[in-house]
């Protein structure tokens, strides 16, 4: 089997770093360098999901002690 008779099942993305086209071995970054960088920002905190924030009634109290 040539290169040219693969069938792609998807069509490759663009590295969420940089913007060149993935390559397979970093999927789905570029290089190893973007990859690394994506890595430290999800380490230093600056990848984060939004909450809502609940009202008074949803918050839950603390356990009470029997004492």
Request: charged share 35%.
């Amino acid at each position: 089997m040539t290169k040219s008779d693969t069938v792609r099942l998807r069509p490759r993305m663009l590295c969420s770093i940089c913007g060149k086209p993935s390559q397979q071995k970093f999927h789905p970054f570029c290089s190893p360098r973007c990859a690394q960088i994506d890595l430290g920002r999800w380490l230093g905190g600056k990848y984060a999901i939004a909450r809502e924030e609940s009202s008074e009634e949803e918050k839950l109290e603390p356990p009470k002690e029997d004492d």
